[in-house]
């Protein structure tokens, strides 16, 4: 994980946010399957940090995993609570709370603009 975490901290360019986004869903999860664990809780206030203290292409790649996190990926088979919680509840209501920091990035022209408009879109379509 703390790799995987080092990875989205240290990209600066298209090439390094994709592995770093890349690496960071295997951390959390299975890329290919679309599903991740419990431990996806435990890193999303570094996430936070990434968006409010990363460089945009670290931001971007923070962005587009929590695209995938929060939109068509859901907890692996037998992991759907976690401590009585439903994982995936847990992880959408903190994908919600970081919208104000997200609704910063999205207008710039940098790399993470885009994705920023695209994890708004995703989260305020989830919201009732």
């Given at each position: 994980?703390?790799?995987?975490?080092?990875?989205?901290?240290?990209?600066?360019?298209?090439?390094?946010?994709?592995?770093?986004?890349?690496?960071?869903?295997w951390a959390v999860g299975n890329n290919h399957a679309g599903t991740y664990y419990p431990v996806v809780l435990g890193v999303l206030?570094?996430?936070?940090?990434?968006?409010?203290?990363?460089?945009?292409?670290?931001?971007?790649?923070?962005?587009?995993?929590?695209?995938?996190?929060?939109?068509?990926?859901?907890?692996?088979?037998?992991?759907?609570?976690?401590?009585?919680?439903?994982?995936?509840?847990?992880?959408?209501?903190?994908?919600?709370?970081?919208?104000?920091?997200?609704?910063?990035?999205?207008?710039?022209?940098?790399?993470?603009?885009?994705?920023?408009?695209?994890?708004?879109?995703?989260?305020?379509?989830?919201?009732?």
């Amino acid at each position: 994980m703390e790799a995987a975490l080092d990875a989205l901290w240290d990209a600066y360019d298209e090439s390094t946010a994709n592995d770093a986004y890349d690496a960071f869903l295997w951390a959390v999860g299975n890329n290919h399957a679309g599903t991740y664990y419990p431990v996806v809780l435990g890193v999303l206030p570094e996430i936070e940090q990434i968006l409010m203290n990363g460089k945009a292409w670290a931001q971007r790649a923070a962005m587009e995993s929590l695209i995938d996190l929060g939109g068509s990926f859901a907890p692996a088979e037998g992991y759907d609570t976690y401590l009585g919680a439903s994982v995936k509840e847990t992880l959408l209501a903190s994908l919600h709370s970081m919208r104000p920091r997200i609704a910063l990035l999205a207008n710039g022209a940098d790399a993470c603009a885009k994705s920023a408009i695209e994890l708004l879109e995703l989260i305020d379509d989830q919201t009732p």
